[in-house]
């Protein structure tokens, strides 16, 4: 069947009020983003329903860019047909005739939002019904499960008719919840509260610490290519690679073991903070998990946000671990989170870490350290990279290497 369109019905964009029109146009311009390089499609958004126009190109592709785009609630693939009962009957036939199987049930389920049209949802369900009887056999009528619903909507300039309804990811379009810095290590979690951030409407770039030579490229390409992963789900993300290693190396020589991780966090987030104001942003997210680890019990949580009156949001806070990897997995980010590149946040660990650490100490310590000189340092170091959908950066690393044997 070569669908003309798709039809797309906004999610939580129907209470949005006022702001309704500043959410649609930022829907139609990640929509846009993630179909860029089909540029003969062309995106029509409206009150209540955003159009894409395919001029030919296949919805096949179409339809896995549209499964990634925060705001969309359900869409369908329809053809734009005339408004007259036989356009409004051959197309339905064809569409029926592509897709029904014996034993399938169906309905016709109509709705209009041109009310001058001639026909109302009654009449067209009934003579649409008694065509496709007409001209098909073993069809049976189902009103409350069927297997196949034909739709018919009936609008002001045509009328359209679809047999899918797809579901999206729902959530909010990226970019209507503000701007924020993402605290993005290596591992499961922190892809999976990218994912989470995304999805509220929240527009990150990605915060990565890396110490070489303790660090290899490799794990910095690992955690870029988590980055092309979750781009799918916003167009591009910023990718910020902050120079952390000289940072460790002081704090391993002049901190006591068993502060070592809540100072080294504290460090982090303060860089973080400072990138965050550097950029525009308002908030800090991470991806934190009550419990999991001893940097991330509450003690230790309060003892390094001492650091920042910034919000610091951690979306996986309440998940098990089995829940995070489930997400993990389904938005693709579980394979490469367990490739085993180490990354800072596990070079230097000391072997028994404070669990119930105090502030006042974490203070205390860093006060033996010149900190406000070696975040500058750091910050001087910073790299911003743009990141696209899919990026791989893990092959060409390893045809780097490749080539230099």
Known sequence: MKYTEVMVRYGELSTKGKNRKDFIGRLAGNVTKVLRDFPQVKIYPRHDRMHIVLNGAPFEEIDKRLKKVFGIQTYSPTIKVPKTLADIEKISLEMMQETFKDGMTFKVNTKRSDHQFKYDTNQLNSMVGDYLFDHMDNLKAEMKHPDMVLRIEVRQDAIYISNQLLHGVGGMPVGTGGKAVMMLSGGIDSPVASYLALKRGVDIEMVHFFSPPYTTEKALAKAKELTGILANYAGRINFIAVPFAEIQETIKEKIPEGYLMTVQRRFMLQLADRIRAKRGSMAIFNGESVGQVASQTLESMFAINDVTTTPVIRPVATMDKTEIIDRARKIGTFE????????????????????????????????????????????????????????KFLEDKAQEDADLL
């Open 336 to 391: 490469l989170s367990i490739k085993p590149f180490e990354d800072c946040c596990t070079i230097f660990a000391p072997p028994r870490p404070k669990t119930k650490p105090k502030v006042e100490k974490a203070r205390k310590y860093e006060e033996r350290l010149d900190a406000e000189g070696l975040i500058q340092r750091a910050m001087d170091g910073i790299k911003v990279t743009p990141i696209y959908p899919n990026q």
